[in-house]
C-alpha cells in the first residue's frame, strides 16, 4: 500500500492569513505517461462526509473558493488556502488514487 | 446532480455480515467512466477506502479487507451494495458510498452520501 502522511496533524491560523498542509506519499503518485500525480483534497466538516477540493494535485474543483490551492508532484504535496475563513474549519485530507487508493491521517484546521 | 444514499441495518453482530446498499439518484449508475466505492470511517479517525466496482462488475478491493468484501451493482435499481463478513467490534464506522470519477478526465471521490453508522455489537 502507499501510505500517506500529513503534517501538521493540526494547526490554528489567524483569519486572514495563510494555511499550509502538506501530504507525503511512501511513494510516487505520479503517472509517468500523462505526468499528473494522481493526488486530491478533501475538506470534512463535523457531521457531513468529504468534499472533494482538488484533483491532480493542483486542479481545483468547480466551485471551490480560489483561496484553495494544490501543489506538489511526485511524492510530496501541499494545500494552501491563501486566506483562512471562519467556513474553512474543518478536517482536511489527502488521498492517492495511483493504486488501492490511501488516504492521510487528516490535518485539523482551527482559528487561532 | 448526481446524488448518493446509504441504507441497510445500524447494528450487527459480530462474526456476522454487514449489508449496506447504496441508491444513486440524479442520473444512471451506468453513465460516464466512473466507478463506485465504499469507505468507512470510524468515530474520530480518518477514512479508509474499502472497494469499487464498475458497471461490468468489475472489482478492485482494499487488499486488507479484500477477503472478506464484495461489492455488487444492479443497474436496474441504480444501486450497488457491500458485503462484509465476519465483523468485529473493529468493522464499527460511518460508511460512505461514493462515486470514484476514475482516471481520465478527473481523480478522487465525488459526491458522497451522508454517511450511515454500523455499530458491530452484540
Known amino acids: 500500500d502507499i501510505v500517506m502522511t500529513q503534517s501538521p496533524d493540526s494547526l490554528a491560523v489567524s483569519l486572514g492569513e495563510r494555511a499550509t498542509i502538506n501530504c507525503k506519499s511512501s511513494q510516487s503518485v505520479l503517472y509517468s505517461s500523462n505526468n499528473k500525480s494522481y493526488l486530491s483534497w478533501y475538506q470534512q466538516k463535523p457531521g457531513q462526509p468529504p468534499k472533494l477540493l482538488i484533483y491532480?494535485?493542483?486542479t481545483r474543483e468547480s466551485g471551490v473558493p480560489d483561496r484553495f490551492s494544490g501543489s506538489g508532484s511526485g511524492t510530496d504535496f501541499t494545500l494552501t488556502i491563501s486566506s483562512l475563513q471562519a467556513e474553512d474549519v474543518a478536517v482536511y485530507y489527502c488521498q492517492q488514487y495511483y493504486t488501492s487508493w490511501t488516504f492521510g491521517q487528516g490535518t485539523k484546521v482551527e482559528i487561532k | 446532480q448526481v446524488q448518493l444514499q446509504e441504507s441497510g441495518p445500524g447494528l450487527v453482530k459480530p462474526s456476522q455480515t454487514l449489508s449496506l446498499t447504496c441508491t444513486v439518484s440524479g442520473g444512471s449508475i451506468s453513465s460516464g467512466p466512473y466507478y463506485w466505492s465504499w469507505i468507512r470511517q470510524p468515530a474520530g479517525k480518518g477514512l479508509e477506502w474499502i472497494g469499487r466496482i464498475y458497471i461490468s462488475g468489475s472489482t478492485n478491493y482494499n487488499p486488507s479487507l479484500k477477503s472478506r468484501v464484495t461489492i455488487s451493482v444492479d443497474t436496474s435499481k441504480n444501486q450497488f451494495s457491500l458485503k462484509l463478513s465476519s465483523v468485529t467490534a473493529a468493522d464499527t464506522a460511518v460508511y460512505y458510498c461514493?462515486?470514484?470519477?476514475?482516471?481520465?478526465?478527473?481523480?478522487?471521490?465525488?459526491?458522497w452520501g451522508q454517511g450511515t453508522l454500523v455499530t458491530v455489537s452484540s
Open positions: 461514493a462515486r470514484d470519477l476514475g482516471t481520465i478526465s478527473k481523480g478522487g471521490f465525488d459526491p
Open positions: 491532480w494535485a493542483s
